[in-house]
């Protein structure tokens, strides 16, 4: 679901600070089997990678403008407005949700660290946020955020999008349990530890208060108290690396270890239940 094995094309400083400055968010710069390439240069030369099922982000010669290409209201949009603000350029969405200033079902997903394998109700869904200009929502324990357009409901009978499990109509989208890896060996001020969990969940623009689990190999009082702010589960697991504690609890690991605070590396996962 999440665009982060990105391959970027192009020659110049402009390709170059993108793929350095997406590295150190904790993308992984790949060349084999991307979900995502960032084409830099001309536009023709971006346009041939339209019928690959990768999604595509189109960025001018000189870095000024910033055009998702395919799957913008999947996902890759968000991708593109990181590179537009990285690169101070002007992003241009041509989506139909984009115009009209709504978040597809897809992207209320991504922001959101939901899932769903009915296409088909995402589709159906879709189209009635587009008719209408809105979507009613039930949710049921957790912590969402909530954009133009989507309404929140008190049943779930009355919803367009019921989160959690139920057995009325409408599009069922599951939480993926979103587990950010703190790996540090000497004691860090808690204030540090909650700018790096949040800069984490920011860095693939996903809701801050989304995190499921807190992973780390020490245990001490600020991440105890960190873990009941953010109502996140605290686990201490043995591991010599961010990536190894993310690989010993399990999940997909979405962003790499980078360090995004002074004394702590952080990583992501997310586990699809």
């Not at 993108?18 to 590295?23: A, E, M, P, V």
């Not at 009635?128 to 008190?154: A, C, F, H, W």
Request: charge should be positive; charged fraction near 25%.
């Amino acid at each position: 679901m999440y665009f982060t094995r990105i391959r970027v094309i192009g020659e110049g400083e402009i390709a170059k600070n993108i793929s350095s400055l997406l590295s150190s968010l904790g993308y992984e710069l790949s060349s084999s089997k991307p979900n995502l390439y960032i084409i830099v240069g001309e536009m023709e030369r971006a346009l041939k990678f339209a019928n690959r099922k990768a999604g595509v982000v189109f960025v001018s010669e000189d870095g000024e403008y910033v055009i998702p290409l395919k799957k913008e209201s999947k996902g890759v949009s968000f991708i593109a407005s990181i590179i537009s603000d990285l690169l101070n350029s002007n992003l241009i969405s041509t989506s139909k949700f984009s115009q009209l200033g709504l978040y597809s079902v897809e992207e209320f997903s991504w922001i959101n660290a939901l899932y769903t394998r009915n296409k088909e109700e995402v589709k159906k869904a879709n189209k009635k946020l587009l008719d209408r200009k809105k979507l009613y929502v039930y949710s049921d324990g957790v912590s969402l955020m909530l954009p133009e357009g989507y309404i929140r409901v008190q049943t779930p009978c009355e919803a367009d999008i019921i989160i959690g499990e139920g057995k009325c109509n409408g599009i069922l989208l599951k939480p993926i349990k979103m587990v950010v890896g703190l790996y540090y060996i000497e004691k860090i001020p808690y204030e540090v530890l909650l700018y790096s969990v949040k800069l984490t969940m920011k860095s693939l623009y996903v809701n801050e208060n989304r995190v499921d689990v807190i992973l780390t190999p020490v245990n001490d009082r600020n991440v105890k108290e960190l873990s009941r702010l953010l109502n996140a589960e605290h686990m201490v697991i043995d591991a010599d690396s961010c990536e190894e504690l993310l690989y010993n609890y399990g999940g997909k690991i979405l962003l790499k270890e980078v360090s995004r605070a002074y004394g702590v590396i952080s990583c992501l996962a997310g586990l699809y239940l």
